[in-house]
């Protein structure tokens, strides 16, 4: 018959177990503390240890930022900025920021060119009797810096003529008659008249033709409500 485990045998394997156990929950905390912000970085949440929410958007926008007045023509534009609030872990739990953006009147050939090859901008340009209005934000997709606007007799002057894209921002192949956006940062180009896709394989209008974004601008959702346009929303993604 086993002899029975003495008194101290007995004392010291309870304090070898307590003891590794004691050691063991800093690791555990450790862990505890490391997966929650990693787990964020991986798949942003509004509340922590929930893996199964829609990532972090930024909130629903509702706001008037022009009218059909602004667009008295093909190549009009017109420059806005709207309200945009995210969700910011602070004690104020929201960032509100203001967006600039641009209201462009596409030319008619160019919508009547979409209308097989991008079906969703056509249905964009022309639903709701929409005057062939899209909503660009001025973001530029390379860094985050403030592209302008170049059309063929501007409103504003010379000073925003297409030839300045050749001159001012490297692009010699910008055409007089045409319409661009450009950045001064470092010189990207976008021709409004080419349709290009961006990084999730979107099509829209604004291929980049000069400089280092990597894709064409980002698009602001809007609605026609009458004579009205209001911005409702804006693309998810960032700069390069």
């Not at 505890?32 to 958007?57: C, F, G, H, M």
């Not at 990597?214 to 698009?219: A, C, F, M, T």
Request: proline share 9%; with cysteine; charged share 20%.
């Amino acid at each position: 018959m086993p002899e029975s485990p003495k008194p101290e045998e007995t004392r010291r394997t309870f304090l070898a177990r307590a003891l590794r156990l004691l050691l063991g929950l800093p690791l555990v905390g450790f862990a505890v503390a490391v997966i929650s912000p990693l787990t964020r970085i991986l798949r942003p949440t509004l509340r922590p240890y929930n893996l199964n929410q829609e990532p972090d958007k930024p909130a629903g926008a509702q706001q008037q930022v022009a009218t059909t007045a602004n667009f008295p023509r093909e190549w009009s534009m017109y420059e806005f900025t709207f309200f945009q609030k995210n969700f910011e872990y602070t004690p104020r739990a929201e960032n509100t920021s203001l967006v600039p953006g641009f209201g462009v009147r596409i030319g008619q050939d160019v919508v009547d060119s979409v209308k097989t090859k991008a079906p969703e901008l056509y249905k964009i340009l022309t639903d709701n009797d929409n005057i062939n209005v899209m909503m660009f934000s001025r973001i530029c997709p390379h860094l985050g810096c403030i592209f302008n606007y170049f059309s063929v007799n501007d409103p504003r002057g010379a000073d925003w003529y297409p030839d300045k894209v050749r001159s001012d921002y490297g692009f010699p192949g910008a055409k007089l008659d045409q319409s661009y956006f450009a950045c001064p940062c470092h010189f990207s180009v976008y021709d409004l008249r080419q349709v290009s896709t961006d990084l999730v394989g979107k099509m829209k209008l604004g291929k980049v033709v000069s400089g280092p974004a990597p894709q064409p601008p980002h698009l602001l959702s809007f609605e026609k409500r009458g004579e009205e346009f209001w911005i409702t929303g804006m693309e998810a993604g960032g700069v390069s």
